[in-house]
T-cell receptor, first 112, second 112 residues
Framework: SQELEQSPQSLIVQEGKNLTINCTSS?????LYWYKQKYGEGLIFLMM?????EEKSHEKITAKLDEKKQQSSLHITASQPSHAGIYLC????????????FGKGTRLSVIA | ETGVTQTPRHLVMGMTNKKSLKCEQH?????MYWYKQSAKKPLELMFV???????ENNSVPSRFSPECPNSSHLFLHLHTLQPEDSALYLC???????????FGPGTRLTVL
């Protein structure tokens, strides 16, 4: 089974609307990373969360990690066309130095 | 030049060809990674190098052969590939394993 589940798989929102993307695991997340990817390009780091209950914001994007450290959400306020892309969550699901595992991604489209 | 660079950006090859993908990082990182990204699938970790030693090989077919001559360079040698190997191949680096990964722009590979 998939170690990191992202929902929804795709999302179409009208410009100016708010939206939320979720990333869930059955295991404890020792580090949770959000990335954004333009189609066919590399991943751009957005934010990292490590502590239960942690919340970080950058411009109109807010990421949260729940207290149990098994779920994270990415919230975009007043979406813009520049927010369009694929959002991926990656996580360290082991307390050791292991590579990140990734979700399948959420494809976001923002329409005028 | 800074960050993670990959060449070529696009590659079309026949099943009998031999080609190589190159990744270079100027971040002073000790860990480097090769990922395969196919449509509607999560990022698939292929290989991990830490301090120029291969530390992970995720059951990747032998037609993919990695090489890490030094901590700044990573290659992926390709030979006798199959059409299903067509994908976006992403390189990443991190200070050590288990930390934020910085991604290159990827190589879009098409196998005819």
């Amino acid at each position: 089974s998939q170690e990191l589940e992202q929902s929804p798989q795709s999302l179409i929102v009208q410009e100016g609307k708010n939206l939320t993307i979720n990333c869930t695991s059955s295991k404890t997340l020792y580090g949770l990373y959000w990335y954004k990817q333009k189609y066919g390009e590399g991943l751009i780091f957005l934010m990292m969360l490590q502590k239960g209950g942690e919340e970080k914001s950058h411009e109109k994007i807010t990421a949260k990690l729940d207290e149990k450290k098994q779920q994270s959400s990415l919230h975009i306020t007043a979406s813009q066309p520049s927010h369009a892309g694929i959002y991926l969550c990656g996580a360290d699901i082991s307390s050791g130095n292991t590579p990140l595992v990734f979700g399948k991604g959420t494809r976001l489209s923002v329409i005028a | 030049e800074t960050g993670v660079t990959q060449t070529p950006r696009h590659l079309v090859m026949g099943m009998t060809n031999k080609k190589s993908l190159k990744c270079e990082q100027h971040l002073g990182h000790n860990a480097m990674y090769w990922y395969k990204q196919s449509a509607k699938k999560p990022l698939e970790l292929m290989f991990v190098y830490s301090l120029e030693e291969r530390v992970e090989n995720n059951s990747v077919p032998s037609r993919f052969s990695p090489e890490c001559p030094n901590s700044s360079h990573l290659f992926l040698h390709l030979h006798t590939l199959q059409p299903e190997d067509s994908a976006l191949y992403l390189c990443a680096s991190s200070p050590t394993q288990g930390y934020e990964q910085f991604f290159g722009p990827g190589t879009r590979l098409t196998v005819l």
